[in-house]
């Protein structure tokens, strides 16, 4: 079966608009066609290296981390959505949005889907052995939340919770690669990071809700149910009071606390907008959160000029 654009891809997206079209099937498995995965995974790791850098300023070495977090996000959010596929593909048929998937579609194979999923770890890998040492032992431990996440549909009403704590899990890298060790800001912008994911995942599964019903699928969405709005809203008031602890944490200054409120402030919209049956509505709101992600950075770094480097860094002399 051959598919020119899948349902919840931007309208002429570059894979179907330029890229070569033997390219095509492996770029939509790796999801290069919709660039907000990478996003959203990448966004926490520039969180956590913001938050850490406070008091520390920027340099060089921190423009070359935010370029790797940002090649690894490509490479192994791409990964981990091949992976998925291949574990997904009997499920994926059956679900209208899904089913042109390039492994469930037919056009990849399954040992094709393999070979492109262990190319794009050997990238991630090489980001890996870039990172200072702390950072490399941190991001080991997220191997076996990615490898189980795809199984977790299927066992539990609460995936989004395995979801956020995969995703989340480049501020616990970050964190170390700013400063060099793991502190109580870190352990909350990670928390905050988890609520925030499950929030926004739980949006996306809105657009699947009738079809996973029919194909045993669970998600956060249908546990909800009709309450999902009020579980969306108390997920993102969490990941709101988290994030602004974390930087208090980390600064001893309660001001700081406000450098959150344009992030909170988009969730809020998030909420106040979103409808239990409206798909089209939902990927609309949860594509946003890449606007919701740069705001809060763009506080964390507010903070970093407002707050002169004074911390001894011992472990960088």
């Not at 050997?122 to 032992?137: D, E, M, N, S, T």
Request: proline share 6%; net charge positive; glycine share 8%.
């Amino acid at each position: 079966m051959q598919v020119s654009h899948l349902p919840d891809a931007p309208p002429n997206n570059w894979v179907d608009a330029s890229a070569p079209v033997w390219s095509r099937p492996y770029l939509r498995l790796g999801r290069f066609d919709r660039p907000i995965g990478a996003w959203l995974l990448a966004l926490p790791c520039w969180m956590g290296l913001a938050l850490g850098r406070v008091g520390l300023g920027f340099g060089l070495e921190e423009l070359l981390l935010i370029a790797l977090f940002g090649v690894g996000a490509l490479a192994m959010r791409g990964a981990g959505c091949a992976y998925n596929d291949i574990v997904d593909r009997d499920l994926d048929k059956k679900i209208a949005r899904t089913a042109g998937r390039p492994v469930a579609s037919g056009q990849i194979s399954v040992k094709a889907a393999w070979r492109f999923t262990l190319g794009l770890c050997l990238i991630g890998l090489l980001v890996l052995l870039a990172l200072p040492q702390p950072a490399r032992i941190a991001a080991l431990f997220s191997i076996p939340l990615v490898a189980i996440y795809p199984f977790m549909k299927r066992i539990t009403w609460w995936p989004q919770v395995f979801l956020g704590l995969a995703f989340g899990f480049g501020v616990l890298v970050a964190g170390p690669a700013a400063e060099w060790r793991l502190d109580y800001w870190t352990a909350c912008l990670y928390g905050a990071m988890i609520h925030w994911i499950i929030g926004y995942d739980t949006i996306y599964a809105l657009q699947d809700i009738e079809d996973d019903a029919i194909v045993g699928v669970r998600s956060t969405a249908r546990r909800m149910g009709a309450s999902v709005q009020k579980g969306v809203a108390y997920f993102y008031s969490v990941a709101v009071i988290l994030a602004a602890l974390a930087p208090v944490l980390k600064t001893q200054e309660p001001l700081a606390a406000l450098v959150v409120l344009p992030f909170a402030g988009h969730l809020y919209w998030q909420v106040k907008s979103l409808k239990r049956d409206d798909p089209a509505l939902a990927l609309r709101l949860f594509k946003s959160n890449r606007r919701a992600g740069l705001l809060l950075i763009l506080g964390y770094a507010l903070l970093v000029t407002l707050m002169p480097p004074h911390f001894q860094e011992l472990t960088r002399v």
